[in-house]
């Protein structure tokens, strides 16, 4: 199967953590064929995994619930999220990293969005993804983290230097 999906859009999807050929009920359809299957174009969006702020007047405007054929893509592409809390990948990282933050639900949907980015762009780019690791994700999350306290420190008016052991 994974060869005739590559015969057929030329890409890989499997180089994609989360994403697999292999379905986890026999039953039912896998990530890869059900993303495969998606038009690309608005995909993220279609997939209904772009975060949505309706407003009007510059006020915000109730929310109602959307109607999209994509619940099937959505759906495949949260529990694929899910599947990477406890990895030890980028993805897995960043999930982890939104979670604190913000919460479990918040994380699965911010990580099945990221995924469906990084599908659109192996689709319509041929753009191989490559996962760096948690450690290498949680080094330049930390890095960002130290930039961002450097510049309130200075708008401030303190200094900051590293401590030395």
């Not at 993303?35 to 702020?53: D, I, M, N, Q």
């Not at 897995?92 to 659109?120: E, M």
């Amino acid at each position: 199967m994974r060869q005739a999906w590559y015969r057929m859009s030329g890409v890989d999807l499997t180089g994609i953590d989360a994403i697999a050929w292999k379905p986890y009920r026999s039953s039912s359809p896998n990530t890869g064929q059900i993303c495969a299957a998606s038009p690309p174009k608005h995909f993220v969006s279609h997939a209904t995994l772009a975060p949505r702020r309706p407003t009007s007047g510059g006020k915000p405007v109730r929310k109602k619930k959307r109607n999209s054929a994509s619940t099937r893509v959505a759906a495949a592409l949260r529990m694929a999220a899910l599947s990477q809390r406890r990895s030890e990948t980028a993805l897995g990282a960043f999930y982890r990293s939104v979670a604190r933050r913000v919460g479990g639900d918040v994380a699965v949907f911010a990580t099945a969005r990221k995924l469906a980015t990084y599908i659109y762009r192996l689709l319509r780019w041929g753009q191989q993804y490559v996962d760096e690791g948690a450690e290498a994700f949680e080094k330049r999350y930390e890095d960002n983290y130290i930039k961002i306290l450097a510049a309130k420190a200075k708008k401030l008016g303190y200094h900051l230097e590293p401590a030395t052991a």
